[in-house]
């Protein structure tokens, strides 16, 4: 699954190079065992390649940015999988103060007075799946609102569709707010509890970022930061959010609780994680005349329904329900209003030819 996405060996660049002595697969699967388990990394088991080979692989895919690519790339096969548009619009940030080993420098450490902790502090970004979008590390007395500047900047520049950032109110500090507002275009709001409330209390979508930390700390390797390097800590944090996904991408689908209903997984479309095809781009009189009318206006096909997305317009209501694959999903549906709304920010590319929707996972038929 993730194979086409790693780097190509030097032995077949025109470059040249040496042959691997050990298979990717191996490769991969030592860093997952180390992150699950949460052994010491000269504690590799015998039946994976050396230590010192999975540490170099490992260095050398989070330096190149490759994984990056691949949790970008499972993020987008699983939203597509559950009827949402590839990218999303808003995220939840937050941060989690934990503490760190013996083999943390004193200059990548800090002591956080509010949580008492001597150690680092992590830095997330997900989407309101839970999926993570960002990670950075930074020594413990370091401020949310602070950090969130370099945080929220890395965001924009690598997605640029992001409009709405949601956060608690430790990121209203600083003047935050109205930079982000002005130099970024993102708009930060903060979900504050309610007064004179007691103990815990689930808040609207910041429960979404408390459920990436609980996965995250799934794994043992997280319970406590053992990295000398803060980069190396964001990469193993990584590497378990590919875990999560690719588990979740590889069970059947009658377990999947992920699948929008009326989803039809590919059987050979999307095994590929490259972007949509030239068959997915529909001509507009290719298109079936319900189809047609949502591309060409798609607010006045929702009317007075646009703050009720649960009740669908009764001919694409029918249309989905009698299991035809020329009507999109619900939340297709959802996400083509988002961009009526927006200025087509992003997720439809119009062009001389027609219209390529990022999300069908089928033919359009022809008429």
């Given at each position: 699954m993730i194979k086409p996405l790693l780097p190509i060996a030097a032995c077949l660049t025109p470059k040249g190079g040496a042959p691997e002595k050990w298979p990717r697969r191996e490769i991969v699967n030592g860093i997952r065992y180390l992150v699950d388990n949460g052994i010491k990394w000269r504690a590799m088991p015998v039946d994976y390649p050396p230590w010192r080979t999975i540490y170099g692989f490992a260095r050398r895919w989070a330096a190149a940015g490759v994984l990056g690519v691949i949790r970008d790339q499972l993020r987008r096969r699983i939203r597509l999988a559950a009827g949402k548009a590839p990218q999303t619009a808003s995220v939840i940030v937050d941060s989690q103060s934990i503490k760190a080993s013996e083999t943390v420098s004193q200059a990548t450490r800090g002591w956080d007075g509010g949580k008492k902790i001597n150690g680092r502090k992590r830095h997330l970004i997900c989407d309101h799946r839970s999926l993570v979008l960002l990670v950075m590390v930074t020594p413990a007395d370091a401020q949310d609102s602070l950090v969130a500047r370099e945080l929220l900047f890395r965001l924009a520049l690598m997605h640029p569709e992001i409009a709405i950032v949601w956060a608690d109110s430790a990121y209203a500090k600083n003047d935050l707010i109205p930079w982000a507002k002005k130099y970024l275009d993102?708009?930060?709001?903060?979900?504050?509890?309610?007064?004179?409330?007691?103990?815990?209390?689930?808040?609207?979508?910041?429960?979404?970022?408390?459920?990436?930390?609980?996965?995250?700390?799934?794994?043992?390797?997280?319970?406590?930061?053992?990295?000398?390097?803060?980069?190396?800590?964001?990469a193993l944090i990584?590497?378990?959010?590919?875990?999560?996904?690719?588990?979740?991408?590889?069970?059947?689908?009658?377990?999947?609780?992920?699948?929008?209903?009326?989803?039809?997984?590919?059987?050979?479309?999307?095994?590929?994680?490259?972007?949509?095809?030239?068959?997915?781009?529909?001509?507009?009189?290719?298109?079936?005349?319900?189809?047609?009318?949502?591309?060409?206006?798609?607010?006045?096909?929702?009317?007075?329904?646009?703050?009720?997305?649960?009740?669908?317009?009764?001919?694409?209501?029918?249309?989905i329900d009698s299991g035809h694959q020329d009507f999109p999903t619900h939340g297709q549906l959802v996400w083509l209003r988002k961009v009526a709304e927006e200025g087509n920010r992003s997720g439809i590319f119009a062009g001389e030819t027609g219209i390529q929707l990022a999300g069908f996972s089928h033919e359009c038929p022809a008429q």
């Open positions: 993102i708009t930060v709001k903060t979900v504050r509890r309610p007064p004179n409330t007691k103990g815990f209390i689930i808040l609207p979508r910041r429960w979404a970022v408390e459920r990436s930390w609980s996965w995250i700390m799934r794994a043992r390797r997280h319970c406590r930061d053992h990295e000398r390097l803060p980069e190396m800590s964001e990584t590497w378990s959010c590919i875990t999560l996904m690719t588990r979740r991408l590889t069970r059947r689908t009658a377990e999947r609780r992920d699948i929008a209903h009326g989803y039809v997984m590919p059987a050979g479309r999307l095994t590929s994680l490259a972007e949509p095809d030239a068959s997915l781009l529909c001509r507009p009189d290719t298109l079936t005349p319900q189809a047609s009318a949502l591309v060409s206006q798609p607010m006045a096909l929702f009317g007075q329904q646009a703050n009720r997305p649960r009740q669908l317009p009764s001919a694409l209501r029918r249309g």
